[in-house]
């Protein structure tokens, strides 16, 4: 059973600030890795994807990877109120679907 | 298409009743994705295609719940006999190819309320 974690939250970080989201995954095989955002009521809208070990940065949003500790993140930087939404972490190994966690919801208070 | 798009964006319907509920993919995806998000929960994976075909039904919550594809493009995922449980958000994907390197994009879901 593949299985992907994360914290529910609430995380509240203030205008500015750095949010660090988190998430493990049971599954060694897994090759690709995705963030994705939600915002109350909408869709699942994809922010970042990462399949190799380390940092990638795009903007103001960094994913990064350990497959070693199983364990990928996503940092905010300069964080918004418009980032204010839940985000998803999920996996995908090969030839499968995608598994998703329950999501972190990220509150940015101005 | 632009993107996914779904259909309807929004049904109610009465306990007992069948409902049908419509995915058109980005055109020339062969993968599609059918999730279930009940409120304020996370996405549920109910069945995958690649192609026409479905290799993985188990996701599928009960024999009530069905989906077919044609034409390697439009979806439908049938529920008979809807429940109330059956109310969620049930959001359509696809991908270009059923690989781990391919991003997987959403449609804006069809609401579905039983009462």
């Known amino acids: 059973q593949k299985e992907v974690e994360q914290n529910s939250g609430p995380l509240s970080v203030p205008e500015g600030a750095i949010a660090s989201l988190n998430c493990t995954y049971s599954?060694?095989?897994?090759?690709?890795f995705f963030w994705y955002r939600q915002y109350s009521g909408k869709s699942p809208e994809l922010i970042m994807s990462?399949?190799?070990?380390g940092d990638k940065e795009d903007g103001r949003f960094t994913a990064q990877l350990n497959k070693a500790s199983q364990y990928v993140s996503l940092l905010i930087r300069d964080s918004q109120p418009s980032d204010s939404a839940t985000y998803l972490c999920a996996v995908i190994e090969g030839y499968s679907t995608l598994t998703f966690g329950k999501g972190t919801m990220l509150l940015v208070s101005p | 298409g632009a993107g996914v798009s779904q259909s309807p964006s929004n049904k109610v319907t009465e306990k007992g009743k069948d409902v049908e509920l419509r995915c058109d993919p980005i055109?020339?995806?062969?993968?599609l994705y059918w999730y279930r998000q009940r409120l304020g929960q996370g996405l549920e994976f109910l069945i995958y295609f690649q192609g026409n075909s479905a290799p993985d039904k188990s996701g599928l919550p009960s024999d009530r719940f069905s989906a077919e594809r044609t034409g390697e493009s439009v979806s439908t995922l049938t529920i008979q006999r809807t429940q109330q449980e059956d109310s969620a958000v049930y959001l359509c994907?696809?991908?270009?190819?059923?690989?781990?390197?391919?991003?997987?994009?959403f449609g804006e879901g069809s609401w579905l309320t039983v009462v």
């Open positions: 990462i399949y190799s070990n």
């Open positions: 599954d060694r095989g897994s090759q690709s």
């Open positions: 055109s020339g995806h062969t993968a």
């Open positions: 994907a696809s991908s270009l190819l059923l690989d781990s390197g391919n991003t997987i994009y």
